[in-house]
């Protein structure tokens, strides 16, 4: 995933938006939650959400729910910590808990343009300071786990600092609060399927060529693939910015989630470890070439994002942006011909095709970017339905 200034803010638009606190709410919608929660059926695949916080009209939809990760914790001067604003937000989410007490509520630290990891992992000490501290936190917070959004080791797009050592020192980062994790589990009396549990945030590509994949998967749980934003305003062209295969239009070896699950397979990853993901948003470009409708095609300027509900209230097949659907990258597109811009996202469909994949690769399940950026919960519901 190519995160980068207008992708930070798409990440966090929830954070610009009124905060909905759940005291008072969470009794008056617990009749409403019961409904999802009494067809709730064990399933092998795992549903994962990051969340900048918590709208409560999306409470009655917990119960479909198997881990909520909030972001993001902060790096500050080697340590992991939440602010006041965002321990507000992460006891909302771990405020769930009473209305379904299977819901794990875990913590990722980082974030696009947040630096610091580089640093920390430089060292021994360094490293063992920013696992302590990780595990510290979850432990006095009463979460579930860890994971960690280093964007990304050995490369400074986002404008942090990185280091030809990073490649290494990551995999000696993730052992060392590994290692932190389980002595806090124990600590804790939580030993076995009840351990604090360790994941991270990562892309594919070019943008995993400083990670050693083999060596840092045993000392996780499982693996967020960031499988959107693959098409931004910082690649040439539009495209599917979260396509399940290759478009008959992609150049050479442009991303896919497809192509970033078998990537991850090849370096040996057990296919139960992945979790592809959702995007609860879509792109939008602007002055494109309008070849193709405007798919694989040279754009003037990047436009910016909308979330699922502006989508559909604006823009699918309405004010001149035309639904079109790529069968062979299983990804819709908008093209607006008089306008000349073109938007990509996921939606229904898309995600129907990404949970028959998920079920066909045995894979772990889906993960999606940011819980309350669709706050009716479609596109959720569409995910815990493709996966029973």
């Known amino acids: 995933m190519i995160h980068h200034p207008e992708a930070y803010l798409m990440r966090n638009v929830s954070?610009?938006?009124?905060?909905?606190?759940?005291?008072?709410?969470?009794?008056?919608?617990?009749?409403?939650?019961?409904?999802?929660?009494?067809q709730a059926s064990s399933t092998p695949y795992r549903i994962v959400g990051y969340a900048n916080g918590w709208n409560p009209v999306q409470t009655k939809d917990v119960g479909k729910i198997d881990t909520l990760i909030f972001a993001f914790a902060q790096l500050k001067n080697g340590n992991v910590v939440l602010d006041d604003n965002g321990a507000k937000h992460l006891h909302d989410l771990l405020a769930l808990k009473s209305i379904n007490p299977k819901l794990k509520v875990d913590i990722s630290v980082g974030g696009w343009t947040v630096g610091g990891f580089s640093e920390a992992a430089s060292t021994a000490a360094g490293r063992e300071q920013f696992a302590d501290s990780a595990a510290q936190l979850i432990a006095a917070q009463h979460a579930d786990g860890l994971d960690v959004d280093w964007e990304y080791p050995g490369h400074h797009e986002s404008g942090i600092h990185s280091s030809p050592q990073d490649k290494t020192n990551f995999t000696l980062l993730l052992k060392a609060i590994r290692t932190s994790l389980d002595r806090a589990s124990a600590a804790n009396g939580r030993a076995g399927a009840n351990h604090?549990?360790?994941?991270?945030?990562?892309?594919?590509?070019?943008?995993?060529?400083?990670?050693?994949?083999?060596?840092?998967?045993?000392?996780?749980?499982?693996?967020?693939?960031?499988?959107?934003?693959?098409?931004?305003?910082?690649?040439?062209?539009?495209?599917?910015h979260t396509g399940l295969h290759a478009s008959a239009l992609i150049a050479g070896d442009g991303r896919t989630t497809d192509r970033a699950v078998q990537q991850f397979l090849a370096a040996g990853v057990p296919p139960r470890k992945l979790l592809i993901g959702a995007a609860l948003y879509g792109r939008e470009f602007a002055d494109v070439t309008p070849d193709h409708d405007g798919l694989y095609q040279r754009y003037g300027h990047y436009e910016g994002g909308h979330n699922w509900p502006e989508l559909k209230q604006d823009y699918i097949d309405k004010q001149g942006y035309v639904r079109h659907w790529d069968a062979v990258a299983q990804a819709p597109w908008?093209?607006?011909?008089?306008?000349?811009?073109?938007?990509?996202?996921?939606?229904?469909?898309?995600?129907?095709?990404?949970?028959?994949?998920?079920?066909?690769?045995?894979?772990?399940g889906i993960m999606y970017w940011e819980q309350t950026a669709d706050p009716s919960d479609e596109l959720l519901d569409d995910m815990w339905r493709g996966l029973r």
């Open 15 to 38: 954070s610009r938006r009124p905060h909905y606190f759940l005291t008072g709410v969470l009794l008056t919608l617990l009749a409403a939650s019961s409904g999802a929660l009494a």
């Open 196 to 240: 604090y549990t360790l994941s991270v945030a990562i892309a594919d590509g070019p943008y995993v060529s400083d990670i050693d994949i083999a060596a840092i998967n045993p000392s996780l749980d499982w693996f967020n693939l960031m499988t959107y934003d693959f098409v931004n305003s910082m690649t040439p062209t539009t495209g599917h």
């Open 334 to 364: 908008l093209w607006n011909a008089q306008t000349r811009r073109f938007i990509t996202y996921d939606d229904p469909q898309s995600i129907a095709a990404k949970m028959a994949y998920i079920k066909a690769q045995h894979l772990g």
